[in-house]
């Protein structure tokens, strides 16, 4: 069908095909990211986010989706300085989010 | 005073030969093992230390610390009595021991057992009054020893008694030396005391003798008590180096390698496996720690740590990321074990690689302003160098001497900056702010994640940033930062100040007037100013000028921690609320009006929680200022 509009390639998300299962893997260990509203506090106080594409806000929602490679984009300017988890409105510990990631990526990709 | 044995040896002393043997082989096996893995720098270090005079200051430590536990005293009077007793106790019997033997039976000098089991070998002649001197040496610290036993066993029903809260939780190997330990000395009295009335006693062992001699028979149980006495010596040996009791000989060599300047450099091995097999497990890091005030982390406090970096365990990892770091266990161990730097070691040796990076800083690249966050992710396009991440015309004129670096906790805190650059205004001083627009980080958050390769690429730009700026003073707010930068950036020639010891520069040489108020002000250490850099006459005296300082229950070395401390990875929002509130008791806060810290990342953690006002130390001087 055509819209006239269309998404990026890489932005669809096919439900059925997607593998989460690091953000799972995520949630286990640290459920705190289950409780994001995707609110963007943490971008806006972000100290990376200044100078280079950091986004927690954006990497949970990729995360969600599967798209790791582009969550890792968004995360590997994180000088894990800390202001998004004090200015978190859930209070979710994003650090540890961050971290547990890194460990979980570094897993599967290097 | 001459042998009753006519070759000097019983079976009964072959359990603690044994023993002993095995324990010697061990301890040199250890230190070998120990020395060789020390750096060749470190080696010459320590053979340095042992010619030359702090050689008489290392042995002053080992007798303060190992023998007498000073430091344990100053903690508590009946706690330190009760190891010193013991410790020094124990080392007198063996030391007159020798000496007895060395006067009386020459001829069996240098006999392992001989010392030990003088009184079974011995009888006494004529000559008696020659020893009655040593007998009653030796009896009074037998009672020293078997006094510290009690106070041990009493300790173990109610700690509380001797000062300490909670104490460790025992292994099986700990259960056994410790048994084997609390049995020696008893054992040794009714084994003395036996046989008192043929090798002679003083005033312990003869009177416990005289009623032993009521019984009829009690012939028959001399050679049991003695093969009892011998066993619980062999058994305490044979499970020394399984059982916390090891940090006896082991503290004497982390003594002579820490004088020698050896700091540790991986987690578990070299100066490292000194560190972690000195650790008595005594649980004074338990009391002191802000964990315990969250239900379930006592597991995670130093001493647990140290168990499982000793038996390699993987756990020692997430115990190590649940650290605050305040270094709160490192000053108040009586060993002086430094148990942050093998956290961080272990964090370090345990980090993922190849996830962070900052290349971008390093080019000089400006990523955002070109290309859009998504073109950036979704389209794959190639990064067009930009603009530079921090420039010197921005913000930085090279005339300018003093540099203000806010970093990221006092730009989500701008009044501390806003107050401070008020106060430097007023004081008419030149200044330039090196990150008004948000900079990098300091990089010591990744330090303490573990990650210190990637902090340096940080740390490189930083430096060179405030190296250009030609500044001969970097002013900072941040205790965070400003440990980090005086401990990992090299800056020669640049003077690094925390804001509290500027203020106070400033009003000592009149430069801004304060009006004194009638506030009551409660005033907390930060744990990287305090502990981490040793500042905390400074931020007292400038206070006292503004108001009148409270007395928290614990100050200075021992000031609580916030709970917001960066370290710490596992602590949830609710669980770091915990640690204020406890922190807010011991600051005393009832009695004052306002509390003052001088750390944005403090003033934060504390201002929701505290429900009078909290301000950082810039702040109220702002307020008070004429």
Redesign the interface.
């Known amino acids: 069908m055509e819209f006239g509009f269309q998404l990026?390639k890489?932005?669809k998300v096919d439900l059925d095909i997607i593998d989460n299962s690091i953000f799972e893997k995520i949630a286990d260990s640290q459920p705190?990211i289950l409780k994001c509203i995707g609110c963007g506090c943490c971008t806006a106080?972000c100290?990376?986010?200044?100078?280079?594409?950091t986004?927690f806000r954006?990497a949970i929602l990729l995360l969600e989706r599967g798209l790791n490679d582009?969550a890792?984009?968004?995360?590997?300017?994180?000088?894990?300085?800390?202001?998004c988890?004090?200015?978190c409105p859930r209070?979710?510990?994003t650090?540890?989010i961050i971290?547990k990631f890194?460990?979980l990526?570094?897993?599967s990709?290097? | 005073m001459k042998e009753r044995i006519i070759f000097g040896f019983d079976p009964f002393v072959i359990p603690f030969t044994l023993g002993m043997v095995f324990i010697i082989l061990y301890l040199i096996t250890g230190t070998v093992r120990i020395i060789f893995h020390l750096s060749a720098q470190e080696r010459k270090n320590l053979l340095k230390l042992v010619f030359s005079l702090k050689l008489f200051k290392t042995i002053k430590e080992i007798i303060t610390d190992v023998l007498l536990h000073v430091k344990i005293f100053k903690k508590n009077l009946l706690l330190g009595y009760m190891h010193a007793s013991i410790a020094f106790g124990w080392f007198m019997l063996i030391v007159i021991g020798h000496v007895e033997v060395l006067l009386y039976i020459p001829q069996r000098n240098g006999v392992l057992y001989y010392p030990i089991f003088f009184r079974y070998f011995v009888m006494e002649t004529n000559q008696t009054l020659r020893g009655g001197f040593f007998f009653f040496l030796m009896d009074l610290f037998l009672l020293m020893v078997l006094s510290g036993i009690a106070l041990a066993i009493y300790k173990r029903f109610k700690s509380r008694r001797l000062g300490m809260k909670k104490t460790t939780k025992h292994k099986p190997g700990d259960r056994i030396a410790l048994t084997a330990l609390w049995l020696i000395f008893p054992l040794r009295l009714l084994a003395e005391s036996f046989t008192a009335d043929i090798s002679g006693g003083s005033f312990l062992t003869k009177s416990v003798n005289s009623i032993i001699q009521l019984f009829p028979s009690y012939d028959a149980l001399i050679t049991p008590i003695w093969w009892a006495y011998s066993i619980s010596l062999g058994i305490f040996f044979f499970a020394l180096p399984f059982s916390r009791y090891m940090h006896i000989p082991t503290e004497i060599l982390l003594i002579f390698l820490r004088n020698a300047g050896i700091v540790s450099s991986s987690s578990r091995d070299g100066f490292a496996e000194t560190e972690i097999y000195s650790c008595s497990s005594c649980g004074i890091c338990i009391d002191v720690c802000p964990m315990i005030s969250v239900k379930d982390k006592t597991k995670f406090t130093s001493v647990y740590l140290i168990r499982e970096l000793r038996r390699r365990k993987e756990a020692a990892l997430a115990t190590s990321s649940q650290c605050l770091m305040c270094n709160k266990c490192v000053e108040a161990c009586p060993v002086g074990i430094d148990s942050t730097r093998l956290k961080l070691l272990k964090k370090q040796e345990e980090f993922a690689t190849n996830f962070f990076s900052y290349i971008n800083l390093n080019n000089g690249q400006n990523i955002k302003e070109k290309t859009s966050v998504k073109e950036q992710i979704f389209d794959d396009k190639q990064v067009v160098p930009n603009k530079q991440v921090v420039t010197k015309d921005t913000n930085i004129a090279n005339k300018e001497t003093l540099l203000y670096y806010a970093g990221c906790m006092t730009h989500l805190t701008p009044a501390i900056y806003e107050a401070l650059f008020k106060i430097l205004n007023k004081a008419s001083v030149n200044y330039s702010f090196m990150d008004k627009d948000g900079s990098i980080c300091c990089g010591r958050p990744l330090i303490l994640a573990g990650a210190a390769k990637h902090a340096k690429s940080l740390i490189e730009k930083n430096r060179e940033i405030i190296k250009n700026s030609g500044a001969s003073v970097l002013l900072l707010s941040c205790p965070i930062c400003y440990k980090v930068f005086k401990e990992e950036y090299n800056l020669e020639g640049i003077k690094i100040l925390h804001h509290s010891e500027y203020i106070n520069e400033l009003i000592k040489k009149g430069k801004i007037k304060i009006e004194k108020t009638t506030l009551n002000i409660s005033y907390h250490d930060p744990c990287d100013l305090g502990r981490g850099s040793g500042i905390y006459e400074q931020p007292r005296e400038l206070l006292s000028t503004v108001g009148t300082l409270v007395k928290p229950i614990e100050e200075r070395e021992m000031s609580a921690c916030c709970g917001g401390a960066l370290a710490s990875t596992k602590f949830s929002y609710e669980q770091r609320n915990e640690i204020v509130k406890c922190a807010l008791t011991v600051l005393n806060v009832q009695k004052a009006n306002v509390l003052v810290t001088s750390c944005p990342l403090c003033l934060k953690t504390f201002s929701p929680i505290y429900e009078k006002e909290t301000m950082d130390i810039a702040q109220i001087v702002y307020k008070q200022m004429i």
């Open positions: 990026y890489e932005q705190d106080t100290t990376g986010g200044k100078f280079t594409p986004q954006k582009n890792f984009d968004l995360l590997k300017g994180c000088m894990l300085c800390g202001k988890s004090l200015v209070g979710i510990n650090r540890d971290l890194n460990e990526y570094n897993q990709k290097f």
